[in-house]
């Protein structure tokens, strides 16, 4: 059997962490937008704030890969994996920044459902990066997100078919359809960011 060093140092891991944590915050704000009465303006500039957060969190995983000479697993996959949680943080902040600047004043029920599972998503993920120090007990994280994910795109064909219903103004669906689109695209970008870790720790195993 093949010995793999595994450096100790575990700033990689503390940053994986931090960027999930993100998330956490993202789809925090993301259902404090969909409340009644929220100041929009107030959300969505810490939604933007917590997307430069976000964003500086994955830089610094970048300089990190590029100055380690051994790194805890595939450079790839390193990359790979910072670009999927960066990824689910610019879709939620996507649908934030729709929501205000297309002014809709009456949302789908279905979109807090929707937002619901994008902080189920986030709460798994945040628990997950932790474990990748040791790659263990993380099977039940992915399979948690791919259940997650399956509501999800139930829900997303629920809210389309209601937007169809004749029951909006032709504006108000193409509006509309822009917020549940990138919705549905965060919970999909939860889903690849799974799959990733599921590649490493096969990788690893």
């Known amino acids: 059997?093949?010995?793999?060093?595994?450096?100790?140092?575990?700033?990689?891991?503390?940053?994986?962490?931090?960027?999930?944590?993100?998330?956490?915050?993202?789809?925090?704000?993301?259902?404090?937008?969909?409340?009644?009465?929220?100041?929009?303006?107030?959300?969505?500039?810490?939604?933007?704030?917590?997307?430069?957060?976000?964003?500086?969190?994955?830089?610094?995983?970048?300089?990190?890969v590029n100055s380690t000479f051994v790194t805890p697993f595939d450079r790839e996959d390193i990359y790979g994996l910072a670009s999927g949680l960066d990824d689910v943080m610019d879709e939620m902040d996507e649908a934030v920044d729709l929501i205000l600047l297309y002014e809709v004043k009456a949302l789908p029920p279905e979109l807090s459902q929707q937002v619901d599972v994008l902080q189920r998503c986030a709460e798994v993920t945040a628990a997950a990066m932790p474990r990748l120090r040791t790659m263990k007990d993380l099977s039940e994280y992915w399979i948690e997100i791919n259940r997650l994910e399956n509501a999800g795109d139930k829900n997303h064909r629920r809210t389309l078919a209601n937007l169809f219903s004749g029951s909006y103004k032709t504006i108000e669906v193409l509006k509309l359809k822009d917020i549940v689109e990138a919705l549905e695209r965060a919970i999909d970008a939860f889903e690849t960011v799974a799959n990733r870790v599921e590649t490493i720790a096969v990788k690893e195993s």
């Open 1 to 64: 059997m093949a010995f793999r060093f595994r450096p100790v140092e575990g700033s990689f891991y503390d940053l994986f962490s931090q960027s999930a944590q993100h998330l956490v915050v993202g789809s925090g704000l993301l259902a404090e937008m969909l409340a009644d009465g929220a100041d929009r303006e107030d959300v969505a500039r810490r939604m933007r704030d917590a997307e430069h957060a976000a964003d500086e969190t994955t830089h610094a995983i970048v300089r990190q």
